[in-house]
């Protein structure tokens, strides 16, 4: 599925693909960067109210702030394969050549 769908974008330009797939996976990097950067000033906050509970809130900042990050990384994988897959071009004139020119390029990287 992936060679297809790079293979349909490459056909409107060279290395279209990937420019395709560095846009996405920086805008979700992004997007989730700042979002993981809100919610470690909420666990900053949360932490500081669980030391009364006796515990080492260092230790559980830490630990949870890891898992956050993981969360974080997961979310960018599963956002960037999930837009790149679902991405469609806009120009009536590309999609035409995506769709003739997707079989056409694999025939033509053999020949070479």
Not at 37 to 47: A, P, Q, R, S
């Amino acid at each position: 599925a992936l060679t297809t769908k790079e293979g349909e974008l490459d056909a409107v330009k060279e290395a279209m693909a990937y420019e395709i797939e560095r846009y996405i996976t920086l805008t979700q990097v992004d997007n989730l960067w700042k979002q993981h950067l809100k919610d470690m000033d909420f666990l900053k906050e949360f932490v500081g109210l669980r030391s009364y509970k006796q515990g080492d809130p260092f230790q559980e900042y830490q630990e949870e702030g890891f898992e956050l990050f993981q969360d974080m990384l997961a979310g960018v994988r599963r956002n960037t394969v999930y837009s790149f897959f679902q991405y469609k071009l806009k120009n009536e004139d590309n999609r035409k050549k995506a769709k003739a020119g997707g079989k056409s390029k694999r025939k033509r990287k053999g020949k070479k």
